[in-house]
């Protein structure tokens, strides 16, 4: 069936280190969107981002829709970022949206 | 502009009891979803409207929730009767949802459901 992946499942960084997170996808997209869930539960969006490459303050995404994939960085991690990120695609098959299992982000102080 | 409104935040019933959530959508957004997640898992897709008509409920329970969005705006998930592994946070999103791909989508801050 259709999957969409993430990885890596959890990263624990010390504040101040850059990550990567990676969005795989088995199937085409009309777009790709990327959360954060915060502490309480609500999810905000980063990026709505269906092909190129985004950049907003120290977060940035890049989706190359040819190859399936999407990546999240975060630059300079403060212990704000801390959380659960998602991805979320948009197929084209059934025009369903359908999310990650996520990647839990810990950064220490 | 106001985000998607949903209520209660929280709620604690018995299993067996009933439980009903509400949302309302960004202005003028025309789809709206329900979505369910359970702890340590990502939201699934209860059901999507599209005004007042159902796109997907494919994975809807059916036997106990029913949701409904009578004039197009405002919509009401139902859970009768509640099972304990219905314990979770019931999401609303809406997106514009013009012709063509879904759009971007806007969540509510959840309502959080456990069941006892």
């Known amino acids: 069936g259709i999957q969409v992946e993430q990885s890596p499942p959890d990263l624990i960084l010390q504040e101040g280190a850059n990550s990567t997170l990676r969005c795989n996808f088995s199937d085409s997209v009309n777009n790709l969107q990327w959360f954060h869930q915060n502490p309480w539960g609500q999810l905000i969006n980063l990026f709505y981002?269906?092909?190129g490459t985004k950049q907003n303050g120290r977060l940035s995404a890049t989706t190359v829709a040819t190859e399936r994939y999407s990546l999240l960085y975060i630059s300079s991690s403060q212990t704000t970022d801390s959380g659960v990120y998602f991805c979320a695609a948009d197929l084209v098959r059934d025009d369903k949206i359908i999310f990650g299992k996520g990647t839990r982000l810990h950064i220490l102080p | 502009e106001a985000g998607v409104a949903q209520s209660p935040r929280y709620k604690i019933i018995e299993k067996r009891q009933s439980v009903a959530f509400w949302c309302n959508p960004i202005?003028?957004?025309?789809?709206l979803y329900w979505y369910q997640q359970i702890l340590g898992q990502g939201p699934k897709l209860l059901i999507q409207?599209?005004?007042?008509?159902?796109?997907?409920d494919s994975q809807l329970p059916k036997d106990r929730f029913s949701a409904e969005r009578l004039k197009g705006v405002d919509s009401t998930l139902k859970i009768q009767p509640a099972k304990l592994e219905d314990s979770a946070v019931y999401l609303c999103?809406?997106?514009?949802?013009?012709?063509?791909?879904?759009?971007?989508?806007?969540f509510g801050e959840g309502s959080r459901l456990t069941v006892l």
């Open positions: 981002i269906p092909s």
């Open positions: 409207f599209q005004n007042n008509g159902v796109v997907d």
């Open positions: 999103a809406s997106s514009l949802g013009l012709a063509g791909p879904t759009g971007e989508l806007f």
């Open positions: 202005s003028g957004h025309a789809t």
